[in-house]
């Protein structure tokens, strides 16, 4: 018998392992990638700076593996991308190359969700002082 509950398997973008359902995220074992819904994403980059970022993402079609990754929800191909966050003056530069779906939201790949919030997170900082991020808050995106 079969539950209508139950969902398809969702496979990772990057190397096709089951992914587990973890607080509405969906996360690779295997290579460590996650993926994020867009509200998410800025819920966590808020959590961490206390500052209401704008978050957008800027298109990269021409990028070389482009189309060679599906959405793991709707299984649509996703759109390389990168990430572009303004927090009030500041717009930190964020390297990871990502790919989106526009329904579902963003792929990172192994830690780069990680690196990112880092990369906000110093930006955000005193000079020099470089406070500390609240305790586990970025270790809670790594798997
Ligand atoms: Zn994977
Ligand atoms: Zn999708």
Redesign the pocket.
């Known amino acids: 018998m079969t539950s209508p509950y139950r969902d398809p398997e969702r496979a990772?973008p990057?190397?096709k392992?089951t992914l587990r359902e973890f607080r509405g995220r969906l996360c690779?074992d295997?290579?460590s990638?996650i993926m994020l819904g867009l509200a998410d994403l800025t819920m966590a980059i808020e959590q961490l700076t206390r500052i209401a970022p704008d978050v957008k993402f800027i298109d990269d079609p021409m990028r070389g593996e482009a189309g060679s990754r599906n959405c793991p929800h709707c299984a649509a191909t996703m759109t390389p991308c990168r990430l572009d966050v303004t927090l009030l003056e500041d717009r930190p530069k964020l390297k990871p190359e990502l790919d989106r779906c526009g329904a579902h939201g963003v792929w990172f790949d192994n830690e780069e969700l990680a690196k990112v919030l880092e990369v906000l997170r110093r930006a955000v900082s005193p000079k020099g002082g470089g406070g500390a991020a609240p305790s586990g808050f970025i270790e809670g995106y790594k798997f």
Do not use: K, P, S
């Open positions: 990772c990057a190397c392992a690779c295997a290579c990638g």
